[in-house]
């Protein structure tokens, strides 16, 4: 299958810090990514689908201005989390998709702010 | 709303044949997936229906019935790194992916 590469896997932050979080789709465009955060024991959650040169489409209850996200090639997203607090911990994925196709999914990224 | 259902846990022994149902009720249907998770690392992905009927890929195989919202992953000749989670996702006429909470599977010796 396709490869999509999401760095740091592993983050650690002071609380009020900013982080980044890089997607990557390795040997295919594309046009959608999507970001999702998942706590202990839960399912994925969508945070926001983004389009590659379009703003990206925030699901409800997700802070847009917390949770920065930048789709400006179709090879990669960046995830900025603004000002960390330790709330914001926990293991956050990026999938990306070209066209209608299956989605495919980055290693993740543990954050962990204290 | 949009609805999917799968157990929360199930338990099977090294070697057996397991079946994970999922149920959905979804606003437009685009296909189902399956897909793996392990402790701690992303999904990785298992299947893709959108025809009815089984697909087999190795000791995996996903069925589907859009008629009846149903699908399952039939996993055969059991092996303790088969233990994660299952997770079913639907995906509706928007395109969107709609996730299950996950199958926990636990393989006993």
């Known amino acids: 299958g396709a490869v999509v590469s999401q760095h740091p896997s592993r983050v650690i932050c002071k609380s009020g810090t900013s982080v980044k979080i890089e997607c990557r789709s390795l040997?295919?465009?594309?046009?959608?990514m999507f970001w999702y955060r998942q706590f202990p024991k839960k399912s994925l959650m969508l945070m926001a689908t983004?389009?590659?040169?379009?703003?990206?489409?925030?699901e409800q209850g997700v802070e847009k201005d917390k949770f920065l996200i930048n789709h400006a090639s179709l090879t990669l997203s960046t995830l900025t989390v603004t000002s960390a607090h330790p709330e914001d911990s926990s293991f956050y994925i990026c999938s990306a998709r070209s066209g209608e196709t299956e989605a495919f999914f980055g290693q993740g990224t543990r954050l962990t702010v204290v | 709303g949009q609805n999917i259902d799968q157990p929360t846990e199930m338990t099977a022994t090294e070697g057996a044949i397991v079946q994970i149902n999922c149920t959905y009720q979804?606003?437009?249907?685009?296909?189902l997936f399956w897909y793996q998770q392990h402790a701690g690392e992303a999904p990785t992905f298992l299947s893709y229906n959108v025809l009815d009927g089984l697909e087999e890929k190795g000791r995996f195989s996903s069925f589907l019935s859009r008629s009846k919202g149903y699908s399952y992953l039939l996993l055969k000749e059991l092996q303790m790194k088969d233990s994660a989670s299952y997770l079913c996702?639907?995906?509706?006429?928007?395109?969107?992916?709609?996730w299950g909470a996950g199958t926990k599977l636990i393989i006993k010796p």
């Open positions: 979804t606003s437009g249907f685009n296909g």
């Open positions: 983004s389009n590659e040169g379009s703003k990206a489409t925030y």
């Open positions: 040997d295919f465009q594309a046009t959608t």
């Open positions: 996702a639907v995906m509706d006429s928007n395109y969107q992916l709609i």
